[in-house]
Each structure stands twice: as C-alpha cells, then as structure tokens.
C-alpha cells in the first residue's frame, strides 16, 4: 500500500487526494473531460486592483467561481434519505467536485470524481460530494455573517439542504454521511475506485465530522434569522452527534497505543484532522446553545483527543505540531492542519486554557519551521517534500489567526502574513495563486514550482476561506498583500543515507514500496547495517551550528544503538536501532523517526558518521539549523523571520544596506512580544538580530 493508497484508503480524503495527485502531475492536465452538466467559465488576470479600487482596501472575498461550480441538483426522497421541505423545494445547490482548466486556454470545465459513464451519465464516483459540499456552506455562511449578503444566505440556506439529504437518517447508519451524489441526485454509497468506509454511510467518516462542522455553523447563523430551519439543523447535529456517541465517542478516555505511544482512542475516524473539522462546527454551536450538554460534552471530548495528539518540541520532531492521525508517530499532513484552530477556538469557548497550550506550540514554534523549510507543504513524512495547495496553507492562516487570538499572542499574526502570501505569490511558482478578479485559486504548486492550473472545489474553498479571514482583519490583510514573493529559505533539509560511503558488510535497501503503511522512506530507499558497520554521510558546511535528526526504523524489539560523530572524532550522541515498543494499532511494526542527537554538529563539519553496534535501518538525516529563517519581499518592503531552536537566546548578524536600518520585533516561543531588556526591539544600524530561544523574530528592512 503507497502513502496515495492510505490518503485514500485510511485518511479517507478522496477529494483531498486527487487534488494531490494532480498536483503531482501539474502541467499535465488532471481529472477528466468535460461532461453530463458540464460548464465552463473564463479566468482573468490577476491585478493590484480589484473592481478599480487598491487590493489592501478592495474586498479579496470573490465568490464567482465558487458560484459556478454550484449546480441544481433535483432530490427524490429515498429510504433514509430526505431533506428540509423537499416536497416543496425539491431541488438542492451542490458544487462540482473539479474545475478542469488543462487546456491552458483560461476556461474551466466543471468535472466529477474517476470516469465517466457515456451511456449513464454516470461518475464512477459522482459528481457532487458531501466534503466540498459541507465546507461549500461553510464559505456562504461566513461570507453572509460577515457581510450580511442575502445571495450567500440564499446558497447556504441551499447547500445545507443538499448536505443533509446526504445525511442517513434511518437504519443502523443512521446520523452517517454518503460521500458522493450523481448529477440527477442519486446517491453513490459505493464508489470507484473503493474508498473507505464502504459504503460510505457504514461508519463515521471524514465527510461526517466536515458536515458537524456545517451543521453547527449553519444553527448558529439562521438560530435568529430562520428559526425553523435552525431547528431541523439543530435535529440533524444531534443525529450526527448520536452516532459519533455511539461510535469513536464511545471510547473516549480510553487509550490505544501506536508503536509504543499511548494514543486517544475517541478520535473521530481515528483522527486529530476530521475530528478538528467538526470541532469547528461545535464551537459555533456550542456559542450559540451553550446550555446543550449533548453538544458541549462532545465538543471537550474531542477537543481533549486533539490536544493529547500534540507532540515535539523546537527540537525534537515534529516540532511541536498536532499530529492528525493515532495510527502514525510519523505523519503530519496539513488535511489535519485546522487542529490549532479548533482547540483554539474551544479552549476559549469551553474557558479551558490547558488545552491551548498544544495550539500555541503548533501555531508558534511548528509553522515557523515549516515556512522556514519551504512553506506549507502538504505533508512531511516524516520528511519534508510534498506539494503545496490551498487547503494546507489555509488551515495555517486560520490556525495562527485563531490561536493570536486565543492566547493574545501578536507575533503570530506575522506569521500569518508570510504564511498567507502564498496566494499572493510569495510560493515556489512566484505567480498569485489565487485571482481576486476571478475567485479562482490554482489546484497546487509541485516541488519544482510546476503550477495546476485546475481550480476545483476544495481549493476554490480554502482559498475563500483565507480571504475571509484576511477581509476580516484588515491590518493583517495589508501585510500579507505586501508581500508577493519569497527571496529565500534556510531551514529543514535532508540529506539521503544511501549519498554516504558504508564501511564493512552494511549495504543500500530498495524497498518495493516507500510507504510503510505510517509513513515513508525518505528518497525510497535506506542503508541497513550490521553490528560492526559505520556509515560517513558528507553535509555541507554552514555558517552556524546544526541540530542533526538521524531517521532510524526503530524496531519494535532492543537491537543496540548506532553513535554518531562529526567527522572522526567529535561525538553528537546515539540513537536506538530498536525498542520502539508494541505496534498496537499502526500498519506496520516499529517506527521510521527523526531522533534528536545530544549535541550539535560545528558550523564547519562536513561529514557525520554513525557506529552501531547492532543491525540498523538508516533513511536519512534531517537537518536544521540553530537559527533558521525565510525571506520575503514585496509593496510592504524586505523582511526577514528568524527562527529558533536553540536552548538559549541567539544573537545572528545581518548586513545592513548604507542609508537602512533594521526594524525588529523579538517573540518567545509562545508569539508573545518580549519586552525591552529581554531581547532587542526596535531600530538600528548595528545589524545584530535577537532571537529568543525556541521563538522568532521578525526583521523588517527600513530606510533612516
């Protein structure tokens, strides 16, 4: 089974997968050709000015193309399926799942999920699915909140009656969700290629958590304005709510272990990631009806199960991030990148300030790591090198505006800008990924800076979902407009084992597949050796002492340990070839993980060779810089972040340009401001950068 297999199969985002796959083939043209129902709308150029006014005063919020994707969908009650007044209103608005733009010529045609049946009309997944359509009236609900449009009430109004049609209301499924719906309106439960659950209303999903989330936000928004259709809602959350009590929930305070770790065994579909979706809705809710206790215990249970999923630290992998599935210790993937935002959101709501801590340290000590390695790449695995979309920088700008929030922490905000640019072309393509003219955002940007020029749903929606938050908040909104294209990074790299030189018996290994069933082999390949084996990988020099992260498979029984040293002579520390611990409920026995060494390697090292005394399996080194950093350029001038991992605080010498000084503001690692005689804020000439340890600092470039 691939990692592709298992975003499939176990983390169950069909939606979020193709999307990723076509990432991976961006230039190519994914999804299929157009068909029964389909449209096609044409793309403008990106401009400073939206509708003749300045961008930073201009709305960002444009919901034209999400507006095409929406199609009528005609409902006929079936058994276990019907929706509000459907004998009165018998049609429904859902979106189509893609936009295929692969013929580069600037107009989209919308495309449902797998292939296309010419003679039914049929997709061998379907055409509309309960995922996008949920998070679809998620944007129409907040954009009417917040502006008050009755056309978005009107499509959120529409889009939640197509999402609870989907919604099993009979049976032993009932309060379950089927995943994808046909263009004539018929249901999918088992689609193609098979996804899981299968059907898909046979256990709790993904889909179910993200219709939570839409539930509770669609009561909250109409409580007031339709009270009777607040309270069909209001009946279908609880639906919902019963079978997770029934399923996952059943569970809660009882501990499943994951190669030896204990993990929470209450996670919705075993996740931090779809749990935190409908942690969102249940905030909403909860705010609104904070006297029900069947929504309330449900919201700090879960809430409880994702901050218990928090893990690392500056210095230790991952880094201090919510991991967002129980079955890996190695996987993050930013589908579970809303974790934050969610025990934000409810710590404050449920007045639990102990939860917040995990979002603090996901917000202000994990993110700036990964803008530092390259932005927000769509997973690490445990190594960075994923594409990127707008569903994984989206879930870090709500994240870090939630948690500033929350825990009144300004420096996150800062973090939010440069992680926001990236719609606005400080990412690998150096183009705008999203279109304020058009409301069109890109599919994804590969590695190498390959665009998809697709703009389906999921990507249409987070890319809304940003703008909102960014229309909300204009002071951040002007600042990540100012910035429109990353000049550099320095963080996270990884050099390959299989690049060093093996001395004695040990030798490289290929296995068939990279995905172990938890996570992946770094370049797809690892060196293995015996007891007596050493192992020299060359590193390049640097100009500042390394954290190095030897990534072992520990196995689940002792095996000995492997010593490492810089060069020759210079000892870094060991770690274990063995003693992960019991498998318990992961794929695959034993773990491939970033260990942290006791010591870092000098500035001017190029080689780190490791001894072991058993039989180990060595991936690669990770390899982080004491102070990392990433650079940033736009109409709002030159900055540079500073990041730290160190144990104390770094002073880092920057170069200051004849007639400039710098301008720096100093956060510890929880994003609060240091003040004056902690750390160095303010402006000088003297191009010495104070950076906290385990926090940030943000250096703007400004003229005497």
Known sequence: MTFDDVRRRLISKPVALAAALSMLLAGAGAGAGAGAGAGAAAAAPASALV????????????????????????????????????????????PWTYADNSNGDGRYTRVGGGSLDAVTGYWSQGAFNADDIA??????????????????????????????FLQTTTGPNAGNVVLWQQTDGSLTPS????????????????????????????????????????????????????????????????YDVADGVEVPAWLIAGGADASAEAVLGLVAYASAEPTDAIATTALTQLTEGIAAMSSGSVNQWPFGAILPWNKSQTLWHAWGGMAPAAVATAADVLDRPD????????AAQFTPQLL????????????????????????????????????????????????????????????????PATGTAIDGIARDGRVNPNSGAESTIHALLSMLVLDANPA??????????????????????????????????TPASAWTGESNWSGGAYVRLDAGDALSIPVPAA?????????????????????????KSIDLGSTPNGGAGAQGITDAPGRIFPFSLERTLPAGATSVVGHSDGTASVDALLIQPLIS???????????????????????????????????????????????????????DHSGRVSVAAGGFTLVTLVQN
């Open 629 to 683: 950093s990433v650079a940033v350029t736009g109409s709002g001038g030159d900055s540079t972040l500073y990041v730290s991992a160190a144990n104390e605080t770094t002073v880092w010498k920057s170069g200051v340009p004849r007639g400039y000084m710098l301008q720096q503001q100093a956060f510890d690692a929880n994003g609060q401001l240091l003040v004056a005689g902690q750390n160095s804020n303010g402006a």
């Open 51 to 94: 509708h003749g006014t300045p961008a930073s005063m201009a709305s960002l919020t444009n919901l034209a193309h999400l507006n095409f994707l929406l199609d009528t969908v005609p409902l006929t009650a079936v058994e276990g399926h019907t929706t509000y007044r459907l004998e009165e209103n018998p049609k429904v608005l859902a």
């Open 372 to 435: 530092a390695a390259g932005g927000a790449d769509n997973a690490w695995t445990p190594t960075p090198g994923e594409s990127q979309i707008a569903y994984g920088v989206d879930s870090r700008v709500q994240s870090l505006v939630a948690t500033a929030h929350a825990a009144n922490a300004p420096g996150l905000l800062d973090i939010a800008a440069i992680a926001a640019s990236w719609y606005f072309g400080a990412n690998r393509s150096g183009a705008p990924a999203y279109n």
């Open 355 to 362: 939860l917040l801590t995990a979002a603090i340290k996901d």
């Open 543 to 567: 100009d500042q002492a390394r954290t190095i992260y030897p990534i072992v498979n520990q196995s689940v029984e002792p095996a000995g340990s492997t010593a490492w040293t810089a060069g």
């Open 191 to 254: 689609a193609s290629p098979v996804e899981l659950p299968d059907p898909s209303d046979s256990s709790e999903s993904y889909w179910l958590a993200r219709t939570v989330w839409a539930l509770g936000e669609g009561y909250a928004a109409f409580k007031s304005a339709d009270p009777e259709f607040a309270a069909f809602l209001q009946d279908r959350l609880h639906l919902a709510l019963g079978s997770l009590n029934e399923q996952s929930l059943a569970e809660y305070g009882s």
């Open 476 to 509: 951040l909104k002007a600042k990540s407009l100012g910035i429109n294209e990353t000049v550099s990074t320095n963080g996270l790299s990884v050099i390959e084992a299989e690049s060093g030189t093996i001395t004695n018996s040990g030798s490289v290994v």
């Open 135 to 164: 998070r679809t009236a998620v944007v129409y609900l907040r954009h009417w909140q917040q502006t008050g449009d009755e056309t978005s009430r009107e499509h959120a109004f529409q889009t939640l009656r197509s999402l609870t």
